[in-house]
């Protein structure tokens, strides 16, 4: 197990709410410890146990929320 702080260019957002919901979403996710998502900065930053969920599994549930998350 290793904890893995990744940030991310989060793309489609257009307002705070989008940014909250994205946050709230990731924040629930097994193997996610921290989240924070920013509109302003259209980025987003993750820490998450690598032994439990994938760069692309972050990726993929920001997509099926309509946006998009590219690793920086």
Same mark, same amino acid.
């Given at each position: ?15 705070g709410s ?6 709230? &979403?990731?924040?629930? @996710? ?7 998502? =920013?509109?302003?900065? /259209? ?9 439990k969920v994938t &760069?692309?599994?972050? @990726? ?7 946006? =998009?998350?590219?690793? /920086?």
């Amino acid at each position: 197990m290793a904890i893995i702080k990744k940030q991310f260019d989060v793309g489609g957002m257009h307002c705070g709410s989008c940014a909250a919901g994205i946050q709230m &979403v990731l924040s629930t @996710q097994d193997g996610i410890q921290n989240a924070s998502v =920013s509109w302003d900065t /259209k980025s987003g930053e993750v820490e998450f146990d690598d032994s439990k969920v994938t &760069v692309e599994q972050i @990726q993929k549930s920001v997509a099926e929320l309509g946006y =998009s998350a590219t690793p /920086k």
